[in-house]
C-alpha cells in the first residue's frame, strides 16, 4: 500500500485547500506541443478551529488562512469523507477547490441533511374564524392536464457527472494548448482571454475542455508505463480565429488554468447522469491510479483510474467490484483470500483504460486493488 503523499486536484483538493504554486518550465515531450508544466506547491499551516454556534441550522465555521473542506469535515463531523455532503449543504461555495478566509461554512448536527423538521399537531392550528371551506366546484373551475402526464422513479446510485479525469496514453484528446492569455496573472480563471495553437481549426462558439496532465502513471503491478493522468480543470469558448492563434475564453475553471494546459473535445458524458447499466462481459485489471489530491486512499464518491477499456467490453455505467487481500495492520498479504471491498461505477471509458467512481467501499481503497465486471 502506498504511503506517499501526492498534489492533485480531486476528492481532496475539492476539499478546498488554498496553495500557490510556482512555474519551473517545461520540456518538450511527444505530444507535438511541447512540454508539460510542472511546478512545486507549498502547503499553507491549519488554524485554530473557531466555530459559532446557530441554534437551528448547527456549527458554523469561519474560513481561516489553511482550512480546507476535508480538514474541517473531519473536525466537525469526526471524517472528512463527508466533504461532499457539507459542500452541498453550502451552496454559497461555488468552487470546493478553493475556499478563502471569511467564508462561512455550516455543518449540521449529526447526520441530518436538513435543519430538523417542526411537527405541528392539527389541534394546535389556529384556522381562525375566515376559513371558508368550498362547496360544489364547477367544471370551469378545474385544473386540467392537456396532454399525458409521464413520471418515472429516479434510479438509485446515479451519478451526476462533473469534474473528472482520464488515463491518456496517447494524447488522443489533447488536441490543443493555452501559449499565452491576456491576462498578466499566472494562475487563469473564469472571463480570461486565452491563446490556443490546435492542430484543427474550430469554430466559433465551440466549447472545449481545459485539460491538465498531471503526472505519469506505471502499472501497480507490472510496471508498465500507462501514459498521463489528466484532470479535467475547465472550459473555453472559442471567440477568435486568425492566421496564427485561436483566441478563446474561459467559460468555466473548476481549478485555475495555466499557461501550457492542454484543450480538447469535453468528455462524451460530460453533464449527463449515469445510472448503473449491466455488465456485457466478465473482465478483471486494477485501480491504476486516483483522483484523490493529498492521500492515494480513497473512499466513497472519489475517482479512480482502471486498466481495463472499451477494448475489454466495458461500457459506461458498468458496475465492477474491488477486491484487495491482506492484513491492513500487518501489511501481510501472502496466502490471504481476495475480500470484497467496494464497487466502482464506470464514468468514462477510453480505448485501454476508464474512469470510475467509487459507489460503496467498506474500507479505504487503493491502488493496486483488483476489479472484477461479472455478468448478472
Known amino acids: 500500500m502506498r504511503t506517499q503523499w501526492l498534489f492533485l486536484g480531486l476528492f481532496v483538493a475539492a476539499a478546498g485547500t488554498a496553495w500557490a504554486q510556482t512555474d519551473e518550465g517545461f520540456e518538450s515531450d511527444e505530444s507535438g506541443f511541447g ?20 441554534p437551528v441550522l448547527g456549527e458554523v465555521h469561519q474560513v481561516e488562512r489553511g482550512d480546507t473542506l476535508w480538514d ?9 469523507w463527508y466533504w461532499p455532503k457539507v459542500w452541498s449543504y453550502n451552496p454559497q461555495l461555488t468552487n470546493p477547490h478553493w475556499i478563502f478566509p471569511g467564508n462561512e461554512v455550516r455543518f449540521y448536527p449529526g447526520d441530518a441533511n436538513l435543519p430538523t423538521a417542526v411537527d405541528v399537531s392539527s389541534d394546535d392550528l389556529d384556522i381562525g374564524d375566515d376559513l371558508v371551506i368550498p362547496g360544489q366546484v364547477d367544471d370551469d373551475e378545474l385544473v386540467k392536464a392537456v396532454g399525458a402526464i409521464n413520471a418515472a422513479e429516479s434510479v438509485g446510485r446515479s451519478v451526476w457527472t462533473a469534474y473528472s479525469g482520464f488515463l491518456d496514453p496517447a494524447s488522443d484528446r489533447l488536441t490543443g494548448r493555452i501559449d499565452d492569455a491576456f ?3 499566472y494562475q487563469l480563471d473564469d472571463f480570461d482571454r486565452v491563446y490556443i495553437e490546435l492542430r484543427a481549426p474550430a469554430e466559433i462558439g465551440e466549447k472545449l475542455a481545459i485539460y491538465r496532465r498531471e503526472r505519469k502513471v506505471n502499472h501497480p503491478i507490472t510496471g508498465a508505463s500507462l501514459g498521463y493522468m489528466v484532470s479535467l480543470i475547465g472550459q473555453v469558448e472559442i471567440t477568435e480565429n486568425t492566421p496564427d492563434v485561436t483566441v478563446a475564453t474561459i467559460t468555466e475553471s473548476y481549478r485555475p488554468a495555466e499557461r501550457g494546459d492542454y484543450v480538447g473535445p469535453l468528455p462524451e458524458y460530460w453533464g449527463r447522469r449515469v445510472q448503473p447499466t449491466p455488465n456485457q462481459v466478465e473482465a478483471e485489471g486494477y485501480i491504476v491510479e486516483t483522483l484523490a489530491d493529498l492521500i492515494t486512499l480513497v473512499g466513497e464518491y472519489q475517482m479512480v483510474l482502471l486498466d481495463r477499456g472499451r477494448a475489454d467490453g466495458l461500457e459506461v455505467g458498468n458496475v465492477l467490484t474491488v477486491y484487495t487481500r491482506g492484513d491492513a495492520y500487518t501489511g501481510r498479504t501472502q496466502n490471504l483470500p481476495l475480500e470484497q471491498v467496494g464497487r466502482v461505477m464506470v464514468l468514462d471509458v477510453q480505448e485501454t483504460g476508464s474512469t470510475g467512481v467509487v459507489l460503496s467501499s467498506a474500507r479505504a481503497l487503493d491502488v493496486g486493488d483488483r476489479i472484477k465486471a461479472q455478468i448478472p
Do not use: H, K
Not at 512540454?35 to 446557530?54: H, I, K, Q, S, T
Open 183 to 185: 491576462s498578466p496573472r
Open 35 to 54: 512540454g508539460e508544466v510542472e511546478g512545486g506547491r507549498v502547503g499553507l499551516e491549519p488554524p485554530g478551529a473557531d466555530r459559532a454556534e446557530d
Open 72 to 80: 474541517l469535515s473531519s473536525r466537525y463531523l469526526n471524517t472528512p
